[in-house]
């Protein structure tokens, strides 16, 4: 004061409220015309309010300071009490996180201001304790979601810690939530040695604090979770059988994919491709060969963004791959990741399936072939005889013919008439051998539109002398107007001759008048129906399950093969065959075979 400066000191003093507030003091020196200190003048200004301000701008940045640089809250839980608390002027400060399991608050750290203030049995009971919502200061703020503030804990009726905190001279207290949205994660409460009033700023400021703190933890929170999706990602990326790799699609300058260098690549990826360090090469360097639509599809995917999933070859890597491409990172860069899986084997095996079910189709119709001429071979005798009918009536017309032209004189007209009968008769005898020579003819199977009574009248032609070798009445009835179907004729034939044949078979051992033969077709729901109906001995209790097994025969020459053929024919034409027992006796065999939508009639 000598020195005659004016003379300023900020100092905090107790008011006659046992509230402390600050106070600027200034002296200004009143001075004689030679400069001389007459006297001082003193002021005494109130400036807690312009602390306050002060203060709480300091807390609010130092405690963004803090988090800023944070990895965890509870790391840095006793520098962020202990900064705030020094801050504001507070003595204890806790935080609290909520315990889900237990539905309650937690004590994480506990501060206090060792110049001020020990407080050992408070931090003992409040490490200890737990609050429930509504329970305490703490379970208060969690049930409010909003600051709190007690002038004097000692006054309180919810403070559970009142008589600690009498021994260890605590008053004024507040807490605040740690809130992200509505949702609260913890609470902080301080503690002063001091009654204070309440402040209404503070509170503001401490809702603010409060909310960026809960923002804090939950960025971390979202930071680990992330860690842990790439930690996952990466376990994922190193053990996965499939191979994996990203690619960086390279287009000529009409933006066509013409190669693709390889960026990152999966430990399997070697084994899945046989290809070694494939990163930072191009395609075209490792497989010069390597197929267009690679190139292709991987620049369809990068330009569209669209994920693709196909199967294809690789033929210099001697591959086949499942391959899953869809675009990664940003869509600007064309990079295509791209998980695939070497199906080579899977591939060789299914080429293996499709030659041998080819072979096995190809052994079938030999079969049925086969089994086909077996069943002309039998009919040989009558067929025979069926041609030698019209080819007798011929032989007789021409002795005829040439005693008409032997006769005085030649009678012309008569030789004119029998050369017209042995024309008819003769054909007679070619269309017998031509429908046999059909059924004998080794043709690969093919699906035509056919008219269906006819192929059956063509077989009832060519049984009917075996037919009547075995005293067997033969009556037809075939109906009109049937939908044409597409079908394989000659298998359709081969299946109705069975049929007869068995029927006529099945017919050796009943009495001679009581052999007789319908054979019928007409239209159904499903499609065209064809029926032979004998009066045989029918089935043995349990043999109609069997009858259309192969090798089911009851005949001692038979092989068991026709009904095993038929139903196997009848059902490439998408039809059903089945029998089933005629009345009084004997058996019936059907088939429906589907019609086409139009009816020929
Ligand atoms: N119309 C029928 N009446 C009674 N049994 C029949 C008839 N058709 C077939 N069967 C029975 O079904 C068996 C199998 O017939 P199929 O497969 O044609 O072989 P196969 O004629 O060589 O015996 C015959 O042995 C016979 O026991
Ligand atoms: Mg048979």
Known sequence: MASGEIFENEARYRSVKREYHWFLARAVPLRDEQGNILKWYGTLTDITERKRAEERLRAQHTVAQILAEAATIEEVAPTLLGAMGECLGWDVGALWRVDWKAEALRCVELWHNTSSIEVPEFERATRELTFVPGSGLPGRVWSSRKPEYIPDVLFDENFTRINIAQREGLH???????????????????????IRQPDQELLNMLATIGSQIGQFIDRKRAEAELRESEQNFRTLF??????????????DQNEKPVDYRFLKISPSFERQTGIKNAAGKRMREIAPEHE????????????????VRFESEARQLGRWYDVYA?????????????????????KRT???ARENERRYREVQAELMHASRVATIGQLMASIAHETKQPIAAAIAGAQAGSNWLKAQPPNLQEAQQVLGSIVSAGRRAVDVIDRVRALIKKAPPQKEEMEFNGA???IVALTRAEAMKNGINVRTQLADGLPAIRADRVQLQQVILNLI?????????VGENDRKLLISTRKEPAGVCFEVRDTGPGFAPGALER??????TTKSDGLGLGLSICRSIIESHNGRLWASPNTPRGAIFSFIVPGNRVSTS
């Open 172 to 194: 004024a207290a507040f807490g605040f939530p740690i809130l992200l949205g509505s949702e609260v994660l913890g609470a902080i409460e301080f503690f002063s040695r001091e």
């Open 292 to 307: 267009e639509y690679w190139f292709e599809i991987y620049g369809k995917v990068a330009v569209t963004g669209e994920p």
């Open 238 to 251: 190193e053990s996965i059988d499939e191979g994996f790799c990203t690619i960086e699609v390279l287009f």
């Open 326 to 346: 869809f675009r990664v990172e940003d869509p600007k860069l064309g990079h295509v990741g791209i998980l695939f899986n070497d199906i080579t084997k899977r």
């Open 547 to 552: 009858l259309f097994e192969a090798f089911y």
């Open 350 to 352: 299914e080429a293996e």
């Open 456 to 458: 059956v009248l063509e």
């Open 501 to 509: 044949i068995n029927a006529i078979e099945a017919m050796r051992d």
